[in-house]
């Protein structure tokens, strides 16, 4: 399988010269990096080049390394059912250089670019339907880059006096900023029974004497 794969990213490299910038076969699959501004060449050669035949754009999906100058990298995981291969087409890019949309080549894509555009913020040219699809409508930023709070920016609840669902900045609790996150079993001056099969024979049980 691994002879099959170097075949297919040398063929790749060669019809593509300078815009393969490189590639690697791990765990038995081929990963191609490219330039961003070429995803729709690279794509429509994997298409359809009668050696290749990737007609069918299984996943598409946005990973946010918020270290690297480029953050964002965008996935295409590629399938061709007639030859029985896989490929696996990655670029990088940012929050400010859109990543030119595959909908022209993968109707499908679509909704897998809406879907990393809301999550991730990573902008797709040319989308014509670039909308949310999973949060809700005015919703503030992107939820699944690794600098977007855990909590959230707002949350939902129910405003007895306005009678209607209102948003509002998330205020938390302060027993759940300072939980100390000691069981309360701990704190017992009793054995409960079966707690002495929980200690070695040299061992006194939580919360009682030896």
């Not at 896989?86 to 400010?96: A, F, G, Q, S």
Request: charged share 30%.
């Amino acid at each position: 399988m691994d002879e099959k794969l170097k075949a297919l990213a040398e063929y790749v490299s060669a019809a593509l010269s300078g815009t393969v910038l490189s590639s690697d076969i791990r765990h038995g699959e081929l990963t191609c990096r490219i330039k961003r501004e070429d995803i729709v060449r690279v794509l429509g050669f994997l298409r359809d080049d009668p050696k290749c035949r990737f007609n069918l754009l299984c996943d598409l999906c946005g990973v946010d390394y918020p270290d690297r100058p480029q953050r964002f990298e965008v996935v295409y995981n590629l399938l061709s059912m007639s030859l029985n291969q896989r490929i696996r087409v990655t670029l990088e890019t940012d929050e400010e250089h859109p990543v030119p949309s595959v909908t022209g080549l993968y109707s499908c894509a679509g909704w897998w670019e809406r879907e990393a555009w809301d999550l991730f913020g990573i902008f797709f040219s040319d989308n014509p339907d670039l909308r949310r699809i999973l949060t809700d409508y005015g919703f503030d930023g992107h939820p699944l880059r690794k600098d977007f709070p855990l909590t959230g920016f707002v949350e939902l609840k129910y405003d007895e006096d306005q009678k209607r669902v209102v948003y509002e900045p998330v205020r938390l609790k302060q027993e759940f900023r300072s939980f100390d996150f000691i069981s309360p079993w701990e704190g017992m001056d009793k054995i409960l029974p079966g707690d002495e099969k929980a200690s070695g024979p040299d061992e006194a049980p939580a919360g009682g004497a030896a």
